[in-house]
């Protein structure tokens, strides 16, 4: 099956919700190339938005300059280009804030994918998810938080889960750390997919 004529619609949307006094999440996308970025300004974390913003704009201009230079990469070259464009994008930020110190310990999580042929390939670090509905609904990252850590790793429940007082604890994210290593990965596309 070729899907390389499929129509892609995107739309993004954001809520400050009710706890919030600044909206810290960024969404872009570049439709020529199918590429679609998310970022969340890690609440508690001084400028968590400048962070969001900084990423996601790393991320997009690393991803403009691969399909400028190689207008038809492949999956695997967009998925080497991905993890590097974290690390890449983690440093820019870290940098940032070390420039600027009214922005140290700014953080943010971080996700995206891109639509290429009958490929998506996701790459994100953080709790920001990535789901597709095809009949029925599936997560496909899993949260970089030291609940799912310990959900993995059996020793927490799924109901101690639901009560665990350090949900929000993220393990991986841009900014936080000197080394970030993101979940990169790639899966069929099929016509109808939401994502």
């Known amino acids: 099956m070729h899907l390389m004529s499929m129509e892609v619609e995107s739309y993004g949307i954001s809520d400050i919700g009710l706890s919030r006094a600044n909206n810290e999440d960024v ?4 439709p020529d190339i199918r590429f679609y970025a998310l970022a969340d300004g890690m609440g508690g974390h001084q400028a968590g938005e400048v962070a ?3 990423a996601v704009l790393e991320l997009c ?3 403009d300059a691969l399909f400028t230079q190689d207008p038809k ?9 991905l993890k590097q464009a974290f690390v890449d994008a983690n440093h820019w930020v870290r940098s940032l804030a070390q420039q600027h110190p009214e922005l140290a310990g700014m953080g ?6 891109c639509v290429l042929k ?8 953080g709790d920001s998810r990535i789901y597709r509905f095809r009949s ?10 030291l609940r799912q850590e310990l959900l993995s790793t059996g020793d927490l429940n799924r109901e101690e889960a639901a009560a665990f007082p350090f949900k929000n604890v993220i393990t991986r ?4 750390n000197p080394l970030v290593e993101p979940y990169v990965a790639i899966t069929p596309v099929q016509l109808g997919d939401i994502y």
């Not at 943010?108 to 994918?113: G, V």
């Not at 994210?173 to 936080?176: D, E, L, R, S």
Request: with cysteine; proline share 2%; aromatic share 6%.
């Open 27 to 30: 969404w872009a996308e570049l």
């Open 52 to 54: 969001a913003k900084e």
């Open 61 to 63: 201009d690393i991803i």
């Open 73 to 81: 990469p492949s999956a695997e070259k967009i998925s080497q280009i």
């Open 108 to 113: 943010s999580t971080l996700c995206c994918f």
């Open 118 to 125: 009958e490929s998506l390939i996701y790459a994100h670090v």
């Open 136 to 145: 029925a609904l599936t997560q496909l990252t899993e949260d970089h938080s």
């Open 173 to 176: 994210a841009i900014g936080t």
